[in-house]
């Protein structure tokens, strides 16, 4: 007899499908990837939190997305891979020390969520928004875009086998279709 207690789950209740992020922490996973740098970000929350919970990784705060660069240099010469977590604004902040990966020809692996597109409330947000490809290619920054969910882990997988295999910074743009606007008026009540 069925202990009543213990409710077997309804078998007609819906399957939650990955999302991009699950399908992003996988990949990342199979490309070995143990350490992660981040300056906190709605758009990487949940790949974050995946992160945060794995055992075999280590998540890093920082206070500045240039740290970020050194640190993964620090990991890769360690014997480890890493990724960078930042939105495009903060892609400004690292500009001078993106000579770092260039110069040791040491691999780089950025995801970028973009800000200062479609739907955007903050014009501040906007000038880098609009800048962040052409400053990183700039620096020599190998940058692929993704601005549809289903295609986000497919470019991070192949943006990650460019930048270890050939030892080259690669940054995924992640575009704000992908993340969704953000509503100026809701974010004011909370």
């Known amino acids: ?19 991009w992020p699950d399908e992003v922490y996988r990949v990342l996973k199979e490309a070995d990837v143990r350490q992660v740098g981040m300056v906190p970000d709605a758009g990487h929350s ?24 050194a640190m993964l240099a620090g990991a890769w010469l360690g014997g480890e891979r890493g990724v960078l977590l930042l939105q495009s604004s903060g892609v400004g902040n690292c500009i ?14 950025m995801l970028v969520t973009m800000r200062g597109e479609w739907g955007e409330f903050n014009p501040w947000q ?8 052409a400053a990183l290619e700039a620096m020599g920054v190998i940058v692929t875009r993704a601005d549809e969910p289903h295609l986000v882990a497919s470019t991070v997988s192949g943006a990650a086998n ?3 295999n050939t030892w080259r910074p690669a940054a995924v743009l992640i575009g704000q279709r992908v993340l969704g606007a953000k509503n100026f008026k809701e974010l004011a009540r909370k």
Request: with cysteine.
């Open 46 to 69: 949940r790949l974050i939190r995946a992160f945060e919970a794995d055992p075999h990784a280590r998540v890093i705060t920082l206070t500045t997305e240039e740290e970020g660069i």
């Open 96 to 109: 001078n020390m993106l000579s770092l990966p260039m110069i040791c020809r040491m691999p780089l692996l």
């Open 1 to 19: 007899m069925a202990d009543p207690q213990k409710q077997e789950p309804a078998r007609n209740e819906p399957v939650a499908l990955p999302t």
């Open 126 to 133: 906007v000038p880098m928004g609009q800048g962040t490809r």
């Open 162 to 164: 460019l930048a270890f």
